[in-house]
């Protein structure tokens, strides 16, 4: 529901006033996130052929639990850390992760928006990083669009980034440019404009717009994942195929919440890490690879 101009400066200015007096007094808490992630199912494909309906469902059958996921954000002034809750696993289901990102984890988030860190231990096939930056800040632009998030008024911020494609989307790409590499090779009567329509099809956006609902209510300038720098805290945020919505949030509960970075693993930059995966997923879409060109059976892991 968008507010009129009346309501939304009723709405700013009551939120200014009490966003004020909050700002005085210590603020912590701690917000809960669903997210839900969509893929292109026309992405699935072997040899050329698309999938079945009914294989298509079966894969995302397989991926719910990838595609959806609960977090928590523990926030003070400063300071967050942002993790995904653990979930059982339901009946028949064990084997889903580790056909889907098995081997590779990501762990929390910790940002400082005080002193500009960022540090996140990742695990890569059983050996642990610790990646330690900077933060990517967003250049936000604040739209005068306002809604409401539960008992939060939230007003609309919009920016944009270039997409960084993780371990897994690069490994299965390089491995259908390989197979696609070996195919031309064995036909020759592969033609130039084929080429081209490869290259089409393998094109994928390299930049994504980004729509933040913060709220002043709640003045720290945090939010999920690395997503923060607003003046106020963040409750709902999508992304070209993912939305993530805020649907608890406990401030300055009586237990205090200690924020820690984490310290275990091998230091290493962005730029460092983003060199790691890169080598890492060229050697597994190789491996990948020469499993389709020993057979089909070989190569199918869904």
Known sequence: MTLKISQWLCIAF?????????QAQKIEGVATYQTKTTIDMSRFNRG???????????????????????YTLS?????????????????GQGGGGRGFGGGFTQGGIYSNRASNDYARENDMMGKIFLVKDTLNNLK???????????QYPVFKAVATRNIEQNMWSRMGRGARQGQRGREKKEDSTATASTSS??????????TETIVAWYTPM???????????????????LSTNNTTILCTKVVLNPQEPIA????????????????????????????????GNRRGQQGGRRF
Do not use: C
């Open 14 to 22: 009551v939120t200014l006033t009490v966003g004020t007096a909050v």
């Open 48 to 70: 050329g052929q698309q999938l079945t309906e009914a294989r298509k469902k079966q894969i995302a059958e397989r991926m719910k639990n990838f595609l959806e996921k609960e």
């Open 75 to 91: 926030f003070n002034k400063d300071e967050s850390f942002y993790k995904e809750e653990e979930k059982l696993q339901a009946p």
């Open 140 to 150: 936000w632009e604040l739209v005068k669009e306002s809604k409401v998030i539960g």
């Open 197 to 206: 329509d490869i290259e089409i099809a393998e094109e994928e956006p390299k």
């Open 218 to 236: 709640i003045p720290a300038s945090h939010g999920p994942d690395e997503f923060g720098g607003l003046p106020g805290l963040i409750l709902e």
């Open 259 to 290: 924020i820690e970075p984490p310290v275990k693993g091998k230091e290493v930059s962005r730029e460092e890490y983003q060199a790691i995966v890169e080598e890492k997923a060229k050697e597994m879409a190789e491996r990948f690879g020469g």
